[in-house]
């Protein structure tokens, strides 16, 4: 492998892994986890327990329901950590709980003393938690990826330190010289064997989408797609497909189910946006297996470009500027698009969704991934099909590049205000 093409696939493998549950409230009980090495007496003993955290990771966890919980709350996730968390399992933190452990956790959650507030001057991601004993004090900081632990404090003498700032920058350096045309190039040069966790990705994500249609509730979206279908309300093809397993993982994820995900730019929700409808038209068109497996791990790679101008999470929905973008390059490279009809496909989603507000994870969001989806693949075709916006439009501008760069702008200059009354509203 060439430096740039291990230093993509080192960069995308550190946001694409499996996860259980909504991946905010995650990052705060695997920072409880974390700092469960270093407490030594019975958490039952603590006197207050401080959660603050950025305001996207606030607007996240405030509605999401914990798997295995059914309930909210960065709270309770702070406690599930703390109680009976084990580091070691990442993303996959809550895969051990079981139910006396969950509702020892709810009985604390009502016990204890737990201040939960949001710092509006912080990284995207970022959680900081406080112990307080009679005579002790466990402090710990967890910012800029949500298993990135680094510091941990007790006494304010630091017993654990991880500082990326460095690394940090160095890829956000690579990335953000990167090109579409260039993405493309080490996406198709990369070894394939090195690309074992795509159809990892595959499986676990259609598996949340299958199980997401057996689940017992009336008002789950993909269920009820699939029912329209069934009466012919709706067409029975590829798109609506595409968005009827999308809401269905969805469902599955938002509503506090037992099934993992594999992550996309650290997020589960973009995973199943980047994975799920290419996969699907992969199989719809009979197309080889190859060229899916490439198509994803596009997807993965402009998913995460985009974020290097946007941030990791902001005030709109990543699922329609970046996972939604992915899916879209990711289909039309697999059907065997040009350059140009690939930028086109990203720039048919960039005129079509840019703005959709994020309002916070919730069961709601299954509508949006159904949308960004389905967008996704009429766009790809759209621009197969040589129909794709005029440039210097709108967002649209001269260059896919040079477009990312704008939404990212709106992102950091005009969003950011979006977030502040969006936390007005759902406080």
């Given at each position: 492998?060439?430096y740039?093409?291990?230093?993509?696939l080192?960069?995308i493998?550190?946001?694409t892994?499996?996860?259980?549950?909504?991946?905010?409230?995650?990052?705060?009980?695997y920072?409880?986890?974390?700092?469960?090495?270093?407490?030594k007496e019975?958490?039952?003993?603590?006197k207050?327990i401080?959660?603050?955290?950025?305001?996207?990771?606030?607007?996240?966890?405030?509605?999401v329901?914990i798997?295995?919980?059914?309930t909210?709350?960065?709270?309770?996730?702070?406690?599930?950590?703390?109680s009976?968390g084990?580091?070691?399992?990442?993303l996959l933190?809550?895969?051990?709980?079981?139910d006396?452990?969950?509702s020892?956790a709810?009985?604390?959650?009502?016990?204890?003393?737990i201040?939960?507030?949001y710092?509006?001057?912080?990284?995207?991601?970022?959680?900081?938690?406080?112990?307080k004993f009679?005579?002790?004090?466990v402090?710990?900081l967890?910012?800029?990826?949500?298993?990135?632990?680094e510091?941990?404090?007790?006494?304010?003498?630091?017993?654990?330190?991880?500082?990326?700032?460095?690394?940090?920058n160095?890829?956000?350096?690579?990335m953000?010289?990167?090109?579409?045309?260039?993405?493309?190039?080490?996406?198709?040069?990369?070894?394939?064997?090195?690309?074992?966790?795509?159809?990892?990705?595959?499986?676990m994500?259609m598996h949340?989408?299958?199980?997401g249609l057996?689940?017992k509730?009336?008002?789950?979206?993909g269920?009820?797609l699939?029912?329209?279908e069934?009466?012919?309300?709706?067409?029975?093809?590829?798109?609506?497909?595409?968005?009827?397993l999308t809401?269905?993982?969805?469902?599955?994820?938002?509503?506090?189910?037992?099934?993992?995900?594999?992550?996309?730019?650290?997020?589960?929700?973009q995973?199943?946006?980047?994975?799920i409808?290419?996969y699907?038209?992969y199989?719809?068109?009979?197309?080889k297996?190859?060229?899916?497996?490439r198509?994803?791990?596009?997807?993965?790679?402009i998913?995460?470009?985009?974020?290097?101008?946007?941030?990791?999470?902001?005030?709109m929905?990543?699922?329609a500027?970046?996972?939604?973008?992915g899916?879209?390059a990711?289909?039309?490279m697999?059907?065997?698009?040009?350059d140009?009809q690939?930028?086109?496909?990203?720039s048919?989603?960039?005129?079509?969704?840019?703005?959709?507000?994020?309002?916070?994870?919730k069961?709601t969001?299954?509508l949006?991934?159904?949308?960004?989806?389905?967008e996704?693949?009429?766009?790809a075709?759209l621009a197969?099909?040589g129909?794709?916006?005029?440039?210097?439009?709108?967002v649209?501008?001269?260059?896919?590049?040079?477009t990312?760069?704008?939404?990212?702008?709106?992102?950091?200059?005009?969003f950011?205000?979006?977030d502040?009354?969006?936390?007005?509203?759902?406080k």
């Amino acid at each position: 492998m060439t430096y740039e093409e291990k230093e993509l696939l080192d960069i995308i493998k550190e946001d694409t892994m499996p996860a259980l549950g909504c991946t905010e409230p995650i990052a705060v009980c695997y920072l409880g986890a974390f700092m469960n090495d270093y407490i030594k007496e019975d958490i039952a003993k603590a006197k207050e327990i401080d959660v603050i955290v950025s305001k996207n990771i606030y607007k996240n966890g405030k509605s999401v329901t914990i798997p295995n919980t059914g309930t909210c709350g960065l709270d309770l996730a702070a406690i599930l950590g703390l109680s009976g968390g084990n580091k070691d399992d990442g993303l996959l933190v809550l895969t051990k709980f079981n139910d006396e452990m969950i509702s020892r956790a709810k009985e604390l959650r009502e016990a204890l003393n737990i201040k939960l507030s949001y710092d509006e001057k912080t990284p995207d991601i970022y959680v900081r938690m406080l112990v307080k004993f009679d005579d002790a004090c466990v402090e710990g900081l967890l910012q800029k990826g949500h298993t990135n632990v680094e510091y941990i404090k007790v006494d304010d003498k630091v017993l654990y330190e991880n500082k990326l700032e460095e690394s940090s920058n160095e890829m956000k350096e690579f990335m953000s010289k990167l090109t579409l045309k260039k993405i493309k190039e080490l996406v198709l040069s990369t070894p394939l064997e090195e690309l074992d966790f795509i159809e990892e990705g595959v499986e676990m994500n259609m598996h949340a989408a299958n199980e997401g249609l057996k689940l017992k509730n009336s008002n789950l979206l993909g269920q009820s797609l699939k029912k329209m279908e069934n009466k012919n309300i709706i067409s029975n093809d590829a798109y609506t497909k595409t968005r009827i397993l999308t809401a269905a993982a969805a469902d599955m994820r938002m509503s506090g189910g037992n099934c993992m995900v594999m992550t996309s730019g650290g997020s589960g929700n973009q995973g199943i946006n980047v994975i799920i409808p290419i996969y699907l038209i992969y199989e719809e068109f009979n197309l080889k297996k190859e060229d899916m497996i490439r198509a994803i791990y596009f997807g993965h790679a402009i998913n995460r470009f985009v974020k290097t101008f946007s941030g990791k999470l902001s005030g709109m929905c990543g699922c329609a500027i970046a996972a939604g973008l992915g899916a879209a390059a990711g289909i039309t490279m697999m059907m065997g698009g040009t350059d140009e009809q690939i930028e086109g496909a990203c720039s048919n989603m960039f005129a079509n969704l840019t703005g959709l507000i994020c309002d916070g994870a919730k069961n709601t969001c299954a509508l949006k991934l159904s949308t960004c989806a389905g967008e996704a693949v009429l766009s790809a075709f759209l621009a197969l099909n040589g129909c794709t916006p005029k440039e210097n439009v709108g967002v649209v501008s001269g260059n896919i590049e040079d477009t990312i760069k704008n939404v990212g702008l709106l992102c950091r200059s005009a969003f950011n205000r979006v977030d502040d009354v969006m936390l007005d509203i759902i406080k």
